[in-house]
């Protein structure tokens, strides 16, 4: 019966069979894409809700420019 060792001597369980290794690793591949995806994906979506509320600030500035200029309010 074979025994494994690490580096420094001591015993550790046995690697894991070839089949087994691909899946854990392909699984672990598979999760971190979908993590770096979800976080590039709520990054932009913030993203975009920060340049939505500074776009509607503006252009209440501009309507309110606009119904100064017209003699008015305008709601």
Do not use: H, N, Y
Not at 31 to 39: D, E, I, R
Not at 62 to 73: D, P, T
Request: aromatic fraction near 6%; hydrophobic fraction near 45%.
């Amino acid at each position: 019966m074979p025994e494994w060792t690490d580096s420094r001597g001591d015993l550790v369980s046995e690697p894991p069979a070839r089949p087994d290794a691909v899946l854990k690793s392909s699984l672990v591949g598979v999760g971190t894409a979908m993590a770096t995806g979800g976080a590039v994906w709520c990054a932009a979506r913030a993203a975009c809700a920060l340049l939505d509320r500074r776009r509607m600030k503006q252009w209440a500035l501009e309507w309110e420019r606009f119904g100064i200029r017209r003699g008015g309010a305008t709601a």
